[in-house]
């Protein structure tokens, strides 16, 4: 080396043979020339060439001069990197060049030069690639690590490196710069910030996005490299996470998109960063938090993560954040929860709890984002999500916030489609999610236009998609009718009759847009245009677009035309989707892409477009019928037993022959309904019977071929079919056959004659046949009837008890098990009424008669001969006939005046009847005739004494019939402001006169200081009041406190010289008064007009007498507390929905009463009222009721109503988690034999020891209730059941209630001729001479205390509710639900 060196001082160059000097005095291409053979040479030589080496030395120190580093031409400046490459190679490992800045010119020039790898279509790029692959099979860059500033050498060196790379290169390239790069990390002492930076900037989204190729690089650079640039790395996020150092790199903003992208990369080189994160989980700043939630969103959620798993700390951390206090944090992680559930199942039991508290989070957006991220990972596989999971999708289909149901409900209808009708999961997946096709029904029952809309929607293109072939759509529909529950099909009736009813209102706009205008004209349009409204999304903008439409039906022939095909009962399905397609092309706009009108326009026609059912649907739905029938279904398959199969596709033809009758019209349809005629199965045939009655108006013209077949069958039925049977035929000929005449003479001629009483068995059918043929055609069979009566069914039948019944405890036995005599008495009882009915008229005093023998009847507890042979279940069979019967002739005007006082408060004393089925039958009539304004105004009055009935479901339901028929009667007022002169009969205000006097008259009342008493007078009010004073509509309080006022100047109608009843009566209206003053702040405000009382129940008042004396105890005071009523919620709390059937056009004058003052007296006239209309709409009928939460799921003490029967309306959409829909069973220890007490009502204080609720309870009963019988199918009158077919009225089955209290057995019956007048009534209800003692409440509390602790039972409601709900389970109902925690609400 000695030699070599001497060789280098002497200056002089060798180069290689035939090479000549290299200098700036010879041309470009000829130093190009030369340089090419000198790369040659180098390339050629070894290392272990010495000589060579020794040789060329002065060459290779001439090579790094300035004159070949800073040339001009690119050429000759990669010959000399090549030269340069190669002579490190050559040299290695010691280099010929020992100045630092000669080294760091030379590896500056060389990184330079790699810049030319960029273009590879270069011809050059060869020599580019061995620069490239050169310097990174010898690391030359190694050599600077002793250089100071080696940094910027290696940095410049991967920035060149970054730069250069793209798709364009192959394999090698990539890995020869990995390699290059990896050697001076994994060999250096250090890596420096700025060095790091160079290779963790490509990995941020922005640079990662333009240069995949760089990503990549840096991706693979990283992996090889991980152990070695750990530390690097950790104390690059300490310095920027722990100590918040921004400024150490131009990276710190991106710090949680490196720590994502270096996780995917290699989970190691976060090894000491992922506790930071832990640490910044808990930071107090918001935007911070947020930014760490979103990363780690990233990495728990990513497909093959094994975070959570790893550390499990951070994961609990994490889920910590779902709690977190800014919206934005608890946003992002129910974002990330469908993510992860998606990708890790495992992890679902962890975000479950999570999860459910979201659900009830008070953000709407972040409930919205639960469902969304549910319903995501649901449509991806249903395993995912848990039953857990699912039902909080569920809950939230009752959200407050529209967007959120909206939200929950279109995602249950997508994942029902998909699992149940694609059955893409399989029957287990089916089976699993079999309940999303009811729920989504039930909500029908919300109160919510927007809800019903969504499900008409979710029903037309999920549950049953319209757009599916005739034959596979009635296919679908059959077997997804078999498979509701019973609240759901109901849902889906009132959801037909609704739209039927919408479609029969269009209709009726059409026509009238074809008369001529006139001030007539324009009120029928108007009011058409408002029931249209009520029937679509936002009524107050429809209104305006209604009456647009009205203008534009008048001006386009074309329109109105194909408007009048779409409501055409005709009009076939495929002709509907024609209709709706013009419609709405013809009334859009281009120019007008949002146009609110047509949007309304399309949700009117999709309501009215009948999609499903038309002649060819009918027929299809016939022959799948049949299938089941014959055998040849595929009823098993679809996991429906073949008997329930049938039964419900004839109850699915019953409902749609109500609303779509013509489609029925064809032969094959009567003839596969007479073949269901013949069948065993009694629920079948009697179908098929009503089918006949519905559709088969034209049958006799028509179908003669059907007739002469179908006569026979139906004379058959009425003469010994079963009794439903009977009667529905006897319906059938009325509606079918003109010659009526003679097919009624011909069946009730061999009837009539061979009546025996003997037979009981045989009785039922003649009696029923007979009773419907009374009614349709008294005229007829006048004589014949009338002795009839007389003679077989009071005196032989109803004055004779043959049999002994049955001695038993029980007060109620199902139907199968009722004694043949007294199955004939009812119906003897309702022959008698429905010949009444027919008859219309008291002319023969029968009307007198038939009235004296019922309440005898009630009086007798039902025992008319008191021989004491009937058993206990008979005697509550007719005492609940005989109050049903008074109901029915109550309805009719002619009847109704010759109800005395006396007889009217028997029959509402059966509301409190000591048999819990009697209550519950007795109240669903009543309400029936009250929500047709059939029944007068007094009867409504009966709901008040429902207050002290002791089973919770009764007094919810209760309530709910006062909310009903209040709302529906201030709504029908609105409606009709032409009926102001018969507003006594029909403002529900007015009800307050007949609530005080019947209270007055309540046996109950006797002693007329009494405080005990005048507490359950003090609820009973309240429980009418708190309805009615929940609206202060008109100045409605100031009217109620006027009417009260105006009572006391009276004196009582039905005993004026009776000094104690009058004192009762204004004890009464002392106790209304307290009430209203307490519970409202505008009861002194003048009213608007002078109420008026009814002349039958008060006497004219006397103006020459001022009554101000109170006459309450001074200790009645306590008992009002000051408050403003809560709004009242409909409808909740109980299984029925309750039905108001759309016809509401009713005889006025049957709710007359005589009044002593003009009966103009309205607080001001209820059309002016302001704001929107009330939902409760007369036009609609179960459609109105609201799931809301009533006093039923709250613990009830001694304050009753008052504290137990509201809630807050902003509670109104909540449904609690653990809803469960388990039929509850009954006890017969529910009517074990009646302690001796008062008039048969229930006690509310005294039970058995067996059923005494347990302390702590409040008053609950384990006892079960009893069982819900159909004694409303007995009870049914055939025009009840023509408006109600589709909405059966049955009520929810009670929760564990208290047995009731026996009813004082009265010593002697009256007779049936003799008048109620001309002896004392003996009440039933009569106090027993020596009255009982006092009994100890239930519970262990005394009235006493139960005074004193009203307002702390108020407030703790709500934690013994939590306790409660354990005990409870749902009905099965869309309407039943449990209020829920605060959090719940959400």
Same mark, same amino acid.
């Given at each position: 080396?000695?030699?070599?060196?001497?060789?280098?001082?002497?200056?002089?160059?060798?180069?290689?043979?035939?090479?000549?000097?290299?200098?700036?005095?010879?041309?470009?291409?000829?130093?190009?020339?030369?340089?090419?053979?000198?790369?040659?040479?180098?390339?050629?030589?070894?290392?272990?060439?010495? !000589?060579?080496?020794?040789?060329?030395?002065? #060459?290779?120190?001439?090579?790094?001069?300035?004159?070949?580093?800073?040339?001009?031409?690119?050429?000759?400046? #990669?010959?000399?990197?090549?030269?340069?490459?190669?002579?490190?190679?050559?040299?290695? &490992?010691?280099?010929?060049?020992?100045?630092?800045?000669?080294?760091?010119?030379?590896?500056?020039?060389?990184?330079?030069?790699?810049?030319?790898?960029?273009?590879?279509?270069?011809?050059?790029?060869?020599?580019?690639?061995?620069?490239?692959?050169?310097?990174?099979?010898?690391?030359?860059?190694?050599?600077?690590?002793?250089?100071?500033?080696?940094?910027?050498?290696?940095?410049?060196?991967?920035?060149?490196?970054?730069?250069? %790379?793209?798709?364009?290169?192959?394999?090698?390239?990539?890995?020869?710069?990995?390699?290059?790069?990896?050697?001076?990390?994994?060999?250096?002492?250090?890596?420096?910030?700025?060095?790091?930076?160079?290779?963790?900037?490509?990995?941020?989204?922005?640079?990662?996005?333009?240069?995949?190729?760089?990503?990549?690089?840096?991706?693979?650079?990283?992996? =090889?490299?991980?152990?070695?640039?750990?530390?690097?790395?950790?104390?690059?996020?300490?310095?920027?996470?722990? #100590?918040?150092?921004?400024?150490?790199?131009?990276?710190?903003?991106?710090?949680?998109?490196?720590?994502?992208?270096?996780?995917?990369?290699?989970?190691?080189?976060?090894?000491?960063?992922?506790?930071?994160?832990?640490?910044?989980?808990? *930071?107090?700043?918001?935007?911070?938090?947020?930014?760490?939630?979103?990363?780690?969103?990233?990495?728990?959620?990513?497909?093959?993560?094994?975070?959570?798993?790893?550390?499990?700390?951070?994961?609990?951390?994490?889920?910590?954040?779902?709690?977190?206090?800014?919206?934005?944090?608890?946003?992002?992680?129910?974002?990330?929860?469908?993510?992860?559930?998606?990708?890790?199942?495992?992890?679902?039991?962890?975000?479950?709890?999570?999860?459910?508290?979201?659900?009830?989070?008070?953000?709407?957006?972040? =409930?919205?984002?639960?469902?969304?991220?549910?319903?995501?990972?649901?449509?991806?596989?249903?395993?995912?999500?848990?039953?857990?999971?699912?039902?909080?999708?569920?809950?939230?289909?009752?959200?407050?916030?529209?967007?959120?149901?909206?939200?929950?409900?279109?995602?249950?209808?997508?994942?029902?489609?998909?699992?149940?009708?694609?059955? !893409?999961?399989?029957?287990?997946?089916?089976?699993?999610?079999?309940?999303?096709?009811?729920?989504?029904?039930?909500?029908?029952?919300?109160?919510?236009?927007?809800?019903? #809309?969504?499900?008409?929607?979710?029903?037309?293109?999920?549950?049953?998609?319209?757009?599916?072939?005739?034959?596979?759509?009635?296919?679908?529909?059959?077997?997804?009718?078999?498979? $509701?529950?019973?609240?759901?099909?109901?849902?889906?009736?009132?959801?037909?009759?609704?739209?039927?009813?919408?479609?029969?209102?269009?209709?009726?706009?059409?026509?009238?847009?074809?008369?001529?205008?006139?001030?007539?004209?324009?009120?029928?349009?108007?009011?058409?245009?408002?029931?249209?409204?009520?029937?679509?999304?936002?009524?107050?903008?429809?209104?305006?677009?209604?009456?647009?439409?009205?203008?534009?039906?008048?001006?386009?022939?074309?329109?109105?035309?194909?408007?009048?095909?779409?409501?055409?009962?005709?009009?076939?399905?495929?002709?509907?989707?024609?209709?709706?397609?013009?419609?709405?092309?013809?009334?859009?706009?281009?120019?007008?892409?949002?146009?609110?009108?047509?949007?309304?326009?399309?949700? $009117?026609? !999709?309501?009215?477009?009948?999609?499903?059912?038309?002649?060819?649907?009918?027929?299809?739905?016939?022959?799948?019928?049949?299938?089941?029938?014959?055998?040849?279904?595929?009823?098993?398959?679809?996991?429906?037993?073949?008997?329930?199969?049938?039964?419900?596709?004839?109850?699915?033809?019953?409902?749609?022959?109500?609303?779509?009758?013509?489609?029925?019209?064809? @032969?094959?349809?009567?003839?596969?309904?007479?073949?269901?005629?013949?069948?065993?199965?009694?629920?079948?045939?009697?179908?098929?019977?009503?089918?006949?009655?519905?559709?088969? +108006?034209?049958?006799?013209?028509?179908?003669?071929? %059907?007739?002469?077949?179908?006569?026979?069958?139906?004379?058959?039925?009425?003469?010994?079919?079963?009794?439903?049977?009977?009667?529905?035929?006897?319906?059938?000929?009325?509606?079918?056959?003109?010659?009526?005449?003679?097919?009624?003479?011909?069946?009730?001629?061999?009837?009539?004659?061979?009546?025996?009483?003997?037979?009981?068995?045989?009785?039922?059918?003649?009696?029923?046949?007979?009773?419907?043929?009374?009614?349709?055609?008294?005229?007829?069979?006048? +004589?014949?009837?009338?002795?009839?009566?007389?003679?077989?069914?009071?005196?032989?039948?109803?004055?004779?008890?043959?049999?002994?019944?049955?001695?038993?405890?029980?007060?109620?036995?199902?139907?199968?098990?009722?004694?043949?005599?007294?199955?004939?008495?009812?119906?003897?009882?309702?022959?008698?009424?429905?010949?009444?009915?027919?008859?219309?008229?008291?002319?023969?005093?029968?009307?007198?008669?038939?009235?004296?023998?019922?309440?005898? %009847?009630?009086?007798?507890?039902?025992?008319?001969?008191?021989?004491?042979?009937?058993?206990?279940?008979?005697?509550?069979?007719?005492?609940?006939?005989?109050?049903?019967?008074?109901?029915?002739?109550?309805?009719?005007?002619?009847?109704?005046?010759?109800?005395?006082?006396?007889?009217?408060?028997?029959?509402?004393?059966?509301?409190?009847?000591?048999?819990?089925?009697?209550?519950?039958?007795?109240?669903?009539?009543?309400?029936?005739?009250?929500?047709? $304004?059939?029944?007068?105004?007094?009867?409504?009055?009966?709901?008040?004494?429902?207050?002290?009935?002791?089973?919770?479901?009764?007094?919810?339901?209760?309530?709910?019939?006062?909310?009903?028929?209040?709302?529906?009667?201030?709504?029908?007022?609105?409606?009709?402001?032409?009926?102001?002169?018969?507003?006594?009969?029909?403002?529900?205000?007015?009800?307050?006169?007949?609530?005080?006097?019947?209270?007055?008259?309540?046996?109950?009342?006797?002693?007329?200081?009494?405080?005990?008493?005048?507490?359950?007078?003090?609820?009973?009010?309240?429980?009418?009041?708190?309805?009615?004073?929940?609206?202060?509509?008109?100045?409605?309080? @100031?009217?109620?406190?006027?009417?009260?006022?105006?009572?006391?100047?009276?004196?009582?109608?039905?005993?004026?010289?009776?000094?104690?009843?009058?004192?009762?009566?204004?004890?009464?209206?002392?106790?209304?008064?307290?009430?209203?003053?307490?519970?409202?702040?505008?009861?002194?405000?003048?009213?608007?007009?002078?109420?008026?009382?009814?002349?039958?129940?008060?006497?004219?008042?006397?103006?020459?007498?001022?009554?101000?004396?109170?006459?309450?105890?001074?200790?009645?005071?306590?008992?009002?507390?000051?408050?403003?009523?809560?709004?009242?919620?409909?409808?909740?709390?109980?299984?029925?929905?309750?039905?108001?059937?759309?016809?509401?056009?009713?005889?006025?004058?049957?709710?007359?009463?005589?009044?002593?003052?003009? *009966?103009?007296?309205?607080?001001?006239?209820?059309?002016?009222?302001?704001?929107?209309?009330?939902?409760?709409?007369?036009?609609?009928?179960?459609?109105?009721?609201?799931?809301?939460?009533?006093?039923?799921?709250?613990?009830?003490?001694?304050?009753?109503?008052?504290?137990?029967?509201?809630?807050?309306?902003?509670? *109104?959409?909540?449904?609690?988690?653990?809803?469960?829909?388990?039929?509850?069973?009954?006890?017969?220890?529910?009517?074990?034999?009646?302690?001796?007490?008062? =008039?048969?009502?229930?006690?509310?204080?005294?039970?058995?020891?067996?059923?005494?609720?347990?302390?702590?309870?409040?008053?609950?009963?384990?006892?079960?209730?009893? &069982?819900?019988?159909?004694?409303?199918?007995?009870?049914?009158?055939?025009?009840?059941?023509?408006?109600?077919?589709?909405?059966?009225?049955?009520?929810?089955?009670?929760?564990?209630?208290?047995?009731?209290?026996?009813?004082?057995?009265?010593?002697?019956?009256?007779?049936?001729?003799?008048?109620?007048?001309?002896?004392?009534?003996?009440?039933?209800? =009569?106090?027993?001479?020596?009255?009982?003692?006092?009994?100890?409440?239930?519970?262990?509390?005394?009235?006493? *205390?139960?005074?004193?602790?009203?307002?702390?039972?108020?407030?703790?409601?709500?934690?013994?509710?939590?306790?409660?709900?354990?005990?409870?389970?749902?009905?099965?109902?869309?309407?039943?639900?449990?209020?829920?925690?605060?959090?719940?609400?959400?």
């Amino acid at each position: 080396m000695a030699h070599s060196k001497n060789r280098a001082t002497d200056g002089k160059i060798t180069y290689p043979p035939g090479v000549k000097e290299i200098s700036d005095k010879i041309s470009k291409e000829e130093m190009v020339r030369r340089l090419k053979m000198v790369v040659k040479t180098f390339m050629d030589m070894d290392q272990d060439s010495e !000589e060579e080496k020794e040789l060329y030395l002065n #060459l290779a120190l001439h090579l790094a001069s300035d004159f070949f580093l800073k040339h001009p031409d690119k050429d000759v400046r #990669l010959l000399v990197a090549c030269c340069l490459a190669d002579i490190f190679r050559i040299y290695a &490992p010691e280099a010929p060049y020992t100045s630092p800045d000669k080294l760091k010119d030379i590896f500056m020039f060389i990184t330079r030069q790699l810049k030319g790898l960029e273009d590879t279509k270069s011809a050059q790029f060869n020599r580019y690639f061995y620069l490239l692959e050169n310097i990174a099979w010898v690391k030359s860059y190694n050599i600077c690590f002793e250089l100071e500033d080696s940094n910027e050498i290696f940095t410049q060196l991967y920035r060149t490196l970054f730069q250069v %790379i793209n798709n364009g290169h192959n394999q090698k390239v990539h890995m020869h710069m990995v390699d290059l790069m990896s050697s001076i990390i994994c060999e250096g002492d250090s890596v420096s910030q700025e060095l790091l930076d160079t290779v963790l900037v490509n990995l941020v989204p922005a640079h990662k996005n333009l240069n995949k190729q760089a990503y990549d690089l840096a991706k693979a650079l990283l992996k =090889r490299t991980a152990q070695a640039i750990e530390p690097y790395i950790t104390n690059f996020f300490n310095q920027v996470l722990m #100590l918040g150092k921004t400024s150490v790199s131009d990276l710190s903003e991106h710090v949680f998109d490196l720590i994502l992208e270096l996780y995917n990369i290699d989970s190691h080189l976060l090894l000491s960063v992922l506790p930071q994160l832990e640490f910044k989980l808990k *930071s107090n700043d918001n935007d911070e938090r947020l930014q760490v939630v979103k990363l780690l969103a990233k990495m728990f959620g990513a497909k093959d993560s094994e975070l959570a798993t790893q550390n499990k700390p951070l994961w609990q951390c994490y889920l910590g954040r779902f709690n977190d206090i800014h919206v934005p944090i608890r946003l992002e992680c129910v974002k990330f929860a469908s993510h992860c559930l998606m990708n890790h199942p495992d992890l679902a039991k962890d975000l479950t709890e999570y999860l459910k508290v979201r659900s009830h989070d008070p953000e709407e957006a972040i =409930r919205h984002d639960v469902i969304v991220s549910i319903v995501t990972a649901c449509k991806k596989d249903l395993s995912l999500v848990n039953d857990q999971l699912l039902n909080f999708v569920r809950e939230r289909t009752l959200d407050k916030r529209w967007r959120v149901r909206k939200e929950a409900m279109m995602g249950l209808a997508q994942i029902y489609k998909k699992y149940c009708l694609q059955g !893409e999961g399989g029957k287990e997946a089916a089976k699993q999610i079999s309940w999303i096709k009811d729920k989504l029904l039930h909500i029908y029952y919300q109160n919510s236009i927007d809800d019903r #809309l969504l499900v008409e929607r979710i029903f037309a293109q999920y549950m049953v998609p319209h757009n599916l072939e005739t034959t596979e759509r009635m296919k679908c529909l059959y077997y997804l009718y078999a498979t $509701l529950d019973q609240n759901a099909v109901k849902a889906l009736n009132e959801m037909w009759k609704c739209q039927n009813m919408l479609r029969h209102n269009v209709k009726d706009l059409l026509d009238l847009v074809k008369q001529p205008k006139s001030e007539s004209y324009n009120k029928a349009v108007f009011s058409k245009v408002m029931v249209i409204t009520r029937n679509l999304p936002d009524p107050g903008k429809a209104q305006d677009f209604v009456k647009k439409l009205a203008q534009v039906l008048e001006e386009d022939e074309k329109i109105r035309k194909q408007l009048e095909t779409l409501v055409s009962p005709a009009c076939s399905c495929k002709q509907a989707e024609g209709c709706v397609r013009d419609i709405t092309k013809k009334l859009s706009s281009p120019k007008q892409p949002s146009n609110p009108f047509l949007e309304m326009v399309k949700f $009117l026609l !999709e309501r009215i477009a009948p999609v499903h059912i038309d002649t060819e649907s009918i027929s299809a739905l016939i022959k799948q019928v049949n299938k089941s029938i014959e055998g040849t279904a595929d009823d098993e398959d679809e996991g429906v037993p073949t008997e329930q199969a049938i039964r419900a596709g004839l109850e699915l033809l019953k409902v749609l022959s109500f609303t779509h009758p013509v489609s029925f019209h064809s @032969a094959e349809t009567f003839e596969s309904l007479l073949g269901c005629l013949k069948m065993d199965d009694e629920k079948v045939a009697e179908a098929a019977l009503q089918i006949f009655k519905n559709t088969g +108006g034209k049958l006799e013209e028509s179908f003669p071929h %059907i007739k002469s077949v179908l006569l026979p069958v139906l004379q058959h039925k009425a003469k010994k079919g079963p009794p439903r049977q009977a009667k529905y035929a006897i319906h059938c000929i009325h509606a079918m056959f003109s010659n009526r005449d003679t097919h009624f003479a011909q069946i009730f001629e061999p009837l009539h004659k061979t009546l025996d009483s003997d037979n009981m068995e045989a009785l039922t059918t003649p009696l029923t046949t007979l009773g419907h043929l009374a009614m349709l055609a008294p005229e007829q069979f006048a +004589g014949p009837l009338k002795s009839l009566v007389a003679n077989f069914i009071v005196k032989d039948l109803l004055m004779n008890d043959r049999t002994p019944g049955k001695k038993t405890t029980k007060l109620w036995v199902p139907d199968d098990e009722v004694s043949p005599e007294t199955l004939a008495k009812i119906q003897g009882i309702k022959l008698m009424v429905r010949w009444l009915l027919g008859v219309k008229n008291n002319q023969s005093k029968s009307g007198t008669s038939t009235l004296r023998m019922l309440t005898a %009847i009630l009086n007798s507890d039902g025992d008319l001969t008191e021989q004491g042979k009937m058993g206990k279940p008979d005697m509550s069979r007719l005492r609940l006939a005989a109050g049903c019967a008074i109901l029915r002739l109550a309805q009719e005007p002619c009847y109704h005046e010759i109800i005395t006082l006396e007889q009217y408060q028997l029959c509402a004393l059966v509301i409190n009847d000591e048999c819990y089925q009697v209550r519950q039958a007795f109240a669903q009539k009543l309400h029936k005739g009250l929500c047709r $304004l059939r029944l007068p105004l007094e009867y409504l009055a009966v709901f008040s004494l429902c207050a002290k009935d002791p089973v919770k479901e009764r007094r919810a339901h209760a309530r709910q019939c006062l909310v009903k028929n209040i709302n529906l009667r201030r709504e029908y007022l609105k409606q009709h402001a032409a009926v102001s002169e018969k507003l006594i009969s029909l403002l529900p205000e007015y009800v307050v006169p007949y609530a005080i006097h019947l209270l007055v008259h309540d046996p109950d009342y006797v002693k007329v200081q009494d405080l005990e008493q005048l507490k359950d007078i003090k609820e009973s009010l309240w429980f009418v009041l708190e309805i009615l004073m929940a609206k202060n509509e008109n100045n409605s309080h @100031a009217f109620i406190r006027k009417m009260v006022e105006n009572i006391k100047q009276t004196k009582d109608g039905q005993a004026p010289d009776d000094a104690k009843i009058n004192e009762k009566l204004y004890t009464v209206c002392d106790v209304a008064m307290n009430i209203v003053i307490s519970k409202s702040t505008t009861y002194s405000l003048e009213s608007p007009k002078d109420p008026v009382l009814p002349a039958r129940y008060f006497t004219q008042p006397d103006k020459n007498f001022s009554n101000t004396k109170n006459y309450l105890p001074p200790e009645m005071k306590s008992f009002f507390t000051p408050g403003k009523p809560k709004a009242a919620n409909v409808l909740g709390a109980v299984n029925k929905p309750l039905s108001a059937t759309g016809k509401l056009q009713t005889k006025l004058s049957r709710m007359e009463t005589n009044s002593n003052a003009s *009966s103009n007296s309205n607080p001001s006239s209820p059309g002016r009222s302001k704001g929107r209309l009330d939902n409760t709409e007369v036009d609609q009928s179960e459609n109105e009721d609201i799931t809301t939460k009533t006093d039923m799921d709250k613990p009830r003490g001694r304050k009753k109503a008052a504290n137990t029967s509201m809630e807050e309306p902003e509670e *109104s959409w909540t449904e609690d988690s653990s809803l469960a829909e388990a039929t509850m069973e009954m006890e017969d220890e529910q009517n074990s034999p009646p302690k001796k007490g008062r =008039r048969g009502r229930p006690p509310k204080s005294a039970a058995p020891k067996e059923d005494t609720a347990p302390k702590g309870r409040r008053g609950r009963k384990k006892a079960a209730p009893p &069982p819900e019988e159909d004694v409303e199918e007995d009870q049914e009158e055939e025009e009840e059941e023509d408006e109600d077919a589709s909405s059966e009225n049955t009520e929810v089955k009670a929760k564990p209630g208290r047995p009731g209290r026996g009813r004082r057995a009265v010593s002697r019956a009256e007779e049936a001729d003799e008048a109620v007048e001309s002896t004392p009534q003996k009440r039933r209800g =009569r106090p027993p001479k020596n009255p009982p003692p006092a009994k100890k409440p239930v519970g262990g509390r005394s009235r006493a *205390s139960n005074q004193e602790s009203d307002e702390e039972a108020e407030t703790s409601q709500e934690n013994v509710e939590e306790e409660e709900q354990e005990d409870k389970s749902q009905n099965s109902s869309p309407k039943v639900r449990r209020k829920t925690t605060r959090r719940d609400r959400r």
